[in-house]
């Protein structure tokens, strides 16, 4: 079960980028290591690079889209790069955009005295020298920290998953072992920041923990039921989001070109990590990224080699449960009235992120008869309370559980009938009736052969 909930989520995580352990200890801090490693790899891998001095262009909102570093955070980031004398910022072109440059030698001679090695220039086209002064990467992903509430979250919650992924072949429950030291080793979050994120994961429910043994250890596990949830819930609005979209976003994204004056436009070769789920638009004119998905819708105009392409969606079955008439995707307890269920999409629109699980804590309550006044009253008291801060879903992270088996066991039984109906064309067609025939043919032959052989008993 656990291995199957983990084969769930890994198609809707969507982007990774690599997160580089190493550069927090060289900038002091998670999210200016976070935005300094996305800066290398763009450095590193962008096209045209070499032409334009070392310069490339993102807004905030594609920074955003990229780390998932809000406006104040990349700000916060970006000033401690520049104390450090690591990034470079200039503005540019008509209307003037802000662009940005690593200084590659400085960051080579932090790098390098941090790890004790003596190199007068770092050659940043060699592989193994720059893996060896950026160490081991992290993978980060980005929708886990818009699920979870910040980077920091999300960081712990792309490193939990791994350490889930790997012990699932040994263990079945999802418990795994997390001192906080351990955690700061790895991932470089402090002690504070790391109950800022727990306390973050536990308040959406996607968090637990327990302490146990001799001496006392710390154990943590992902509530996958609630994160599948939340992921899906992201990855629809995206998808709908990006449909509305498509349009106005085809007429003002462009394509890029060598000068920066001009359109300002990275140029950048994307990585086979971020990749996007959604068809490129190839019909677009010449002007800036001017929204934070752009990037994505036109990744393919700006490449030197194409990347990979967007999977197919998967083909959904119905799992019996009825969707909303107003929140698209939201499942509705049943017996509420067409009025209760508008009245119910409305008040969830208010908190997007936790709208199914206040929606099947509802649901469960009303089956466990805990609704003794009106339901869309009591829905009321737990959007104030997800408002705050302090909903914990309860009775309802049960029937989360229970859709999903159904959703699995329809899919299980799609896929058997599917293989029964090729066996039944397979059986129909000549082909198989001649071999069958044939074998029919062999086997009488044998028989026939074997009774011819065997001596006859002669009456006394």
Not at 12 to 24: E, T, Y
């Amino acid at each position: 079960m656990l291995a199957d909930k983990l084969a769930l989520i890994w198609p809707l995580l969507g982007r990774q980028i690599a997160f580089h352990r190493s550069l927090v200890d060289l900038t002091a801090s998670v999210k200016a290591a976070l935005l300094l490693s996305q800066a290398v790899y763009w450095t590193r891998h962008g096209r045209d690079i070499e032409q334009r001095a070392g310069w490339f262009y993102k807004t905030m909102g594609q920074w955003e889209m990229e780390t998932g570093l809000s406006t104040k955070e990349q700000a916060g980031a970006r000033k401690i790069l520049r104390r450090l004398a690591i990034l470079q910022e200039q503005r540019a072109g008509v209307p003037a955009k802000l662009h940005f440059r690593l200084a590659l030698d400085q960051l080579g001679v932090l790098l390098s005295s941090r790890i004790g090695m003596r190199t007068p220039c770092v050659d940043w086209d060699n592989g193994a020298l720059v893996a060896e002064l950026l160490g081991p990467a992290l993978s980060y992903h980005r929708a886990l920290a818009l699920v979870s509430g910040g980077v920091n979250a999300g960081l712990m919650l792309s490193r939990a998953l791994y350490l889930v992924r790997r012990h699932s072949r040994h263990q079945s429950d999802g418990w795994f072992c997390a001192p906080a030291a351990a955690w700061t080793q790895e991932i470089g979050l402090s002690r504070r920041e790391q109950e800022t994120a727990r306390r973050d994961l536990t308040r959406r429910g996607m968090w637990e923990e327990t302490i146990c043994g001799i001496p006392p250890r710390v154990f943590a596990r992902i509530r996958l039921a609630c994160l599948i949830a939340g992921l899906d819930q992201y990855a629809r609005r995206n998808s709908r989001l990006a449909h509305v979209s498509a349009p106005q976003a085809a007429s003002v994204c462009g394509i890029s070109i060598n000068r920066i004056a001009q359109n300002g436009v990275t140029g950048l070769r994307e990585s086979s990590l971020l990749v996007s789920h959604y068809a490129p638009n190839q019909l677009r004119q010449n002007s800036h990224h001017s929204f934070a998905e752009s990037a994505t819708s036109h990744v393919t105009g700006s490449t030197r080699v194409s990347v990979q392409p967007p999977a197919a969606e998967d083909e959904r079955v119905d799992s019996g449960d009825t969707p909303s008439p107003r929140g698209g995707d939201w499942i509705f307890p049943d017996g509420l009235t067409p009025e209760e269920k508008c009245a119910a999409s409305a008040l969830v629109s208010r908190c997007p992120a936790l709208a199914q699980a206040l929606l099947d804590e509802l649901t469960a309550r009303m089956r466990s008869n805990s609704v003794k006044t009106s339901r869309i009253a009591y829905l009321r008291g737990m959007v104030t309370r997800a408002l705050a801060g302090k909903f914990v879903p309860e009775l309802g992270l049960a029937v989360a559980a229970a859709r999903l088996k159904r959703r699995e066991e329809a899919i299980v039984r799609a896929r058997r009938d599917a293989d029964e109906r090729r066996l039944a064309a397979e059986r129909a067609s000549p082909e198989y009736q001649l071999k069958v025939a044939e074998h029919r043919a062999r086997i009488r032959g044998m028989l026939a052969m074997a009774q011819a052989r065997r001596p006859r008993r002669e009456r006394p």
